[in-house]
């Protein structure tokens, strides 16, 4: 592309002609892709891992591969990129722009509210837990928020050309796992 950005998360994508191209970055030179020809349908692609299980989290490791998205225009390329990955476009800009993204583990936590709200007894060891087994393995965004100061993970550094997912707050599945771990104290009183 223009400014040598060609990839974010598993995707690569760039310009051929007058059309520009999506797919999975392990599909470079594979032959037999099945083409689809409109934006709209990267909202399907990133439904369904390669197995036709639904993927709650669009920024899990598993994008199902066998595919190419051709549009026309840079505008759709966005759109495309906006249904593969949800907010990583504007997330990435206002990074770039220098914008204050994201809030400590603590704010998150402390604004939950209903059955949620137990997330606030979570201590640093167990938020740390929660992103070394949930976040670590099973997502490809770059933490920005932080426990007690730091982020729970490396930010890494990124490739040449890539765009980085950035994980401005604690996701809904890591709020989901604090919950269950607050609450297996009540349970397990000796963990």
Not at 65 to 71: D, Y
Not at 160 to 178: N, W
Request: net charge neutral.
């Amino acid at each position: 592309m223009e400014e040598g950005f060609c990839k974010l998360g598993q995707l690569e994508f760039g310009v051929s002609g007058e059309k520009f191209w999506v797919r999975h970055v392990d599909d470079a030179g594979v032959d037999g892709l099945e083409i689809f020809s409109n934006s709209h349908d990267a909202i399907a692609i990133a439904a369904t891992d390669a197995h036709g299980n639904f993927r709650p989290l669009k920024t899990a490791p598993n994008l199902r591969r066998g595919w190419e998205l051709a549009v026309c225009g840079l505008g759709e390329l966005r759109l495309a990129l906006d249904f593969l990955y949800p907010a990583a476009l504007g997330n990435w800009r206002a990074a770039l722009r220098g914008e204050n993204l994201s809030h400590s583990l603590a704010e998150t936590l402390g604004r939950q509210t209903g059955m949620y709200r137990i997330t606030a007894k979570l201590d640093s060891a167990e938020a740390l837990g929660i992103a070394k087994s949930l976040c670590s393995a099973g997502c490809l965004r770059r933490i920005l928020w932080t426990v007690d100061g730091t982020p729970p993970r490396s930010t890494g550094i990124c490739e040449a050309g890539e765009i980085p997912l950035l994980c401005t707050d604690a996701c809904s599945l890591f709020l989901g796992e604090a919950r269950r771990t607050v609450k297996s104290r009540a349970v397990n009183p000796a963990g």
